[in-house]
């Protein structure tokens, strides 16, 4: 006899509020398909996410003889779902933990730089102000006002010209009072300056096709990459003496194998590069990871103040997976159509806050950190390994390449924690806890 099995479309889910930082609200899929099993489930199960309408369970957790067993109902694969194939790993045992990073990162890139001039349509439209009057006047007000309300600490990344000359000698920039102004801005709310570009043109040579897809020039030769990367952090040394840059944004997040390359031979004060965590147009993609030459690979998740169903899946997703908020975006999205400068800075701004209300809430335990403080986090998560042993009486870790503190995720799917040595645990949602270890062996015992 031939059973068939019937699929339906989800549509989204809604993750119960206890299973997962940030449930309790429904995030809609992108691109939904026939994914997911049409199924009922007897009382046994216990249900943990079911699809935006309710009626398909998703996630569900049951008892087999001596353990247990875990059903993902999703149907669907990618990065953009790890951190709910994480939660669901998590119900598995009597206690489950993972290395996490804790850490919320907010980037702006091309900042500081020249500020464009002329007038943006949408800003003449919406404040009948030039650009730059708009920066100095109504963004960075707005943006200091954000800061300061969620504990943000912004990291800039400093791009000397908008020029595309890729030939001759760098010409130095001249202008220097947007870059003091705005750089010693951002420097008193305790943000970071790094790296972007000499220009706004990719590391890449001429064996880059860009095609049809952005509108960039390729570099004439190594040699010119060069000398446009040492001009950048001289003109950095000189803008802002004493301040240690070490972060790297590659611009459009476009960096060929030879650019990534040279700044790892010719440019050691690099420490980090900061990308995408998805594919994108040209895209550099990475890993949260330090890469074989010591430089630590930290992707940016989700960027600009649309914040789609897309983004806010990765949002949600990666607090889970990596216990990480990675953003960026750019002053001149109030001049792109595409990022939402139709709409006008008061719409950008309240879905922005709407994002940020929503991270702080779903975890106030993160960490704000700025974008080479978020490297040293990645150091410590990438070494770190572990190994358990649960007795009726305990849990027990113990860590191994552990530095000098390291952040876990624990699930107690049996008892209750008490008692904690050589760290602090702190309750998160449900039976989900964050641990801070700071002895390599840990013991968290049972009430």
């Known amino acids: 006899e031939s059973s068939t099995y019937e699929y339906v479309a989800t549509e989204g889910i809604t993750p119960s509020e206890d299973f997962m930082l940030g449930g309790g609200q429904t995030y809609t899929f992108s691109d939904p398909f026939k994914s997911s099993l049409s199924v ?68 702006l ?20 102000m030039s650009i730059s009057e708009f920066y100095s006047q109504v963004w960075w007000p707005d943006l200091v006002r954000l800061a300061e309300r969620y504990g943000i600490r912004f990291t800039g990344v400093m791009i000397e010209n908008y020029g595309d000359n890729t030939k001759d000698d760098p010409v130095r920039q001249t202008d220097n009072t947007q870059f003091e102004y705005y750089g010693g801005l951002l420097l008193r709310q305790n943000g ?79 420490k980090t590069i900061a990308s995408n965590y998805f594919a994108g147009e040209c895209a550099y993609t990475q890993e949260f990871e330090v890469a074989d030459d010591g430089i630590v690979e930290q992707p940016r998740i989700i960027s600009g103040a649309i914040l789609d169903d897309y983004m806010q899946m990765a949002a949600v997703s990666e607090l889970n997976m990596h216990f990480v908020n990675s953003h960026f975006m750019h002053p001149d999205d109030l001049l792109d159509e595409d990022r939402g400068a139709k709409l006008g800075w008061e719409k950008l701004k309240n879905r922005l806050e709407e994002y940020m209300d929503w991270l702080y809430d779903s975890a106030p335990e ?82």
């Open 192 to 270: 970071e300056i790094g790296y972007h570009g000499y220009n706004h043109q990719p590391l890449c040579l001429g064996d880059t096709d860009y095609g049809d897809v952005l509108p960039y020039k390729t570099w004439k030769n190594e040699k010119a990459m060069e000398s446009a990367m040492s001009e950048l952090m001289r003109f950095g040394k000189k803008m802002f003496p004493g301040t240690q840059m070490s972060v790297y944004v590659p611009p459009s997040n476009v960096l060929s194998e030879q650019g990534r390359k040279m700044l790892a031979q010719k440019f050691p004060q690099i």
């Open 109 to 128: 890139d091309d900042f500081p730089s020249p500020v464009p001039s002329g007038n943006g349509k949408y800003i003449k439209r919406d404040y009948n």
């Open 366 to 447: 993160l960490r704000n950190l700025t974008g080479s403080e978020l490297s040293g986090a990645i150091e410590r998560y990438g070494a770190l390994t572990y190994e358990k042993n649960v007795t009726d009486k305990s849990v027990e870790l113990k860590l191994d390449h552990f530095y000098d503190e390291a952040y876990l995720m624990l699930r107690f799917n049996d008892g209750i924690p008490g008692k904690v040595t050589g760290g602090e645990l702190e309750h998160v949602t449900g039976n989900l806890y964050l641990l801070y270890a700071v002895n390599d062996e840990v013991t968290i015992e049972k009430k």
């Open 40 to 107: 009922a489930l007897n009382d046994r199960a216990q249900v943990e996410a079911v699809s935006s309408n309710g009626r398909t369970p998703l996630v569900w957790r049951s008892s087999v003889e001596s353990g247990t067993a875990v059903m993902c109902n999703i149907g669907i694969y990618g990065k953009v779902f790890r951190g709910f194939y994480a939660s669901a790993f998590s119900l598995l045992s009597s206690a489950m933990a993972y290395p996490v990073i804790n850490s919320a990162a907010f980037y």
